[in-house]
């Protein structure tokens, strides 16, 4: 009888009450409303930022001080050399991570788990660690305050790994690759013509979240470049409005609403596939 009932209801489209719609709203009005009294913050001065009670409504000085933070700062130059650290790194860990995602989940060999657990085992590890070390090193290469010394340790992630791995065991057959090969297929046309294909919607989100991670990573990029030389956004953040032993907010939050409006420009050209790429393979057929 429940069974019957179940597939009655099964290609029912079930409707949001009003309910659903109030909750709907109340958590879009929470997650908003930081952004927006960044923009409110923005368009006041130093002084009243910081007075009680906080100012709610816009400003009239938004103009002043988006020419103030662009023009103490190099901002133009830390938005390029951020987009172009963000872009390589994202392409480059979705890239390697897919690859060695795939061996992890389809290809035979000895020592997978094992070597699958060590590399999980390095999520546990600080970054702090490495720090020292890391920096021994750019230096003794000639490239500090150089961008590759930000990009070049970031050019694969355990996380991405994982993740590819963990969506490949479940999305692609092996009898898929299978069938690539005994049509002649060698690896790198196995690689291109199934494994991408089938691992796009994977790819897409764990490239905008490594682009996130990469455009707000602030710890690194801190100690490998300088604010005068090669400053990433974050960098440069580090010493806007400060000045006469005081610190600009309006100046600050400024500088931090210019380095969020790129991320948002993307997440609204690119949400629909982030979400598909989310939502794919939630459903087996």
């Known amino acids: 009888m429940a069974r019957t009932r179940f ?3 099964a290609g029912r489209q079930h409707h949001a009450g009003p309910l659903t719609y109030v909750l709907l709203a109340v958590a879009a009005v929470v997650s908003l409303f ?5 923009l409110v913050a923005a368009s006041h001065s130093g002084e009243r930022v910081v007075q009680a009670p906080a100012p709610l409504l816009p400003g009239p000085r938004l103009l002043d001080n988006l020419s103030f933070a662009w023009n103490q700062v190099h901002m133009g130059e ?8 963000a872009g390589l790194v994202a392409a480059s860990t979705v890239v390697f ?8 989940a389809k290809l035979p060999f000895r020592g997978r788990g094992m070597l699958l657990s060590l590399v999980v085992a390095t999520m546990t590890i600080p970054p702090q660690l490495s720090v020292i070390p890391l920096y021994q090193i750019i230096t003794d290469l000639g490239w500090f305050d150089q961008l590759q010394s930000v990009v070049l340790p970031s050019l694969v992630a355990a996380f991405g790994v994982f993740f590819m791995r963990q969506f490949l065991v479940e999305a692609l057959p092996v009898e898929l690759v299978e069938a690539a090969r005994m049509d002649g297929a060698h690896s790198l046309r196995v690689i291109w013509h199934v494994v991408f294909p089938v691992a796009r919607p994977a790819m897409a989100v764990l490239g905008m979240l490594v682009f996130v991670q990469s455009w707000n990573d602030f710890f690194w990029p801190f100690i490998a470049l300088t604010q005068d030389g090669n400053p990433t956004l974050q960098v440069a953040l580090a010493g806007l409005g400060a000045g006469n032993h005081t ?27 982030i979400v598909g790429g989310i939502t794919a393979g939630a459903v087996k057929s």
């Open 247 to 273: 610190v600009d907010h309006a100046v600050v939050l400024t500088g931090a609403l210019i380095s969020t409006v790129p991320l948002l420009l993307v997440f609204a050209f690119l949400g629909k596939h």
């Open 7 to 9: 597939r009655q209801t």
């Open 97 to 104: 991570s897919t690859l060695a995602g795939f061996a992890f």
């Open 34 to 38: 930081p952004l927006y009294w960044n």
């Open 78 to 85: 830390a938005l390029i050399n951020t987009t172009v650290v």
